[in-house]
């Protein structure tokens, strides 16, 4: 059974940090790229970063510079650092591995003006 569980949403400031993670079940985690979306309402899903087993990102232009992905294959967790977050950060943030259909819970982001 494919997990995964997010972590570390929050409410925050405008200019604030916020570090989201997401733990995975080790059989799906090593060798599947991993990404993570956001979702406000009124819109569709946002593609926010996707990193490949090997490592290599992807951001969205919206996030481009301020956050990071990371993994930890060792764990078997992606890792979203949030910096300079703004009020349009706002929404659900889902861990997913990339191209399957298998997503997290979510987790709430809120960035206050």
């Known amino acids: 059974q494919v997990q995964l569980v997010e972590s570390g949403g929050g409410l925050v400031q405008a200019g604030g940090s916020l570090s989201l993670s997401c733990a995975a079940s080790?059989?799906?985690?090593?060798?599947?790229?991993m990404a993570w979306y956001r979702q406000t309402p009124g819109k569709q899903r946002e593609l926010v970063a996707t990193?490949?087993?090997?490592?290599?990102?992807n951001y969205a232009d919206s996030v481009k510079g301020r956050f990071t992905i990371s993994r930890d294959n060792a764990k078997n967790i992606v890792y979203l650092q949030m910096n300079s977050l703004k009020p349009e950060d706002t929404g659900v943030y889902y861990c997913?591995?990339?191209?399957?259909?298998?997503w997290g819970q979510g987790t709430q982001v809120t960035v206050s003006s």
């Open positions: 990193i490949t087993s090997g490592g290599s990102t």
């Open positions: 080790r059989s799906y985690f090593s060798r599947n790229a």
């Open positions: 997913n591995i990339f191209g399957t259909p298998f």
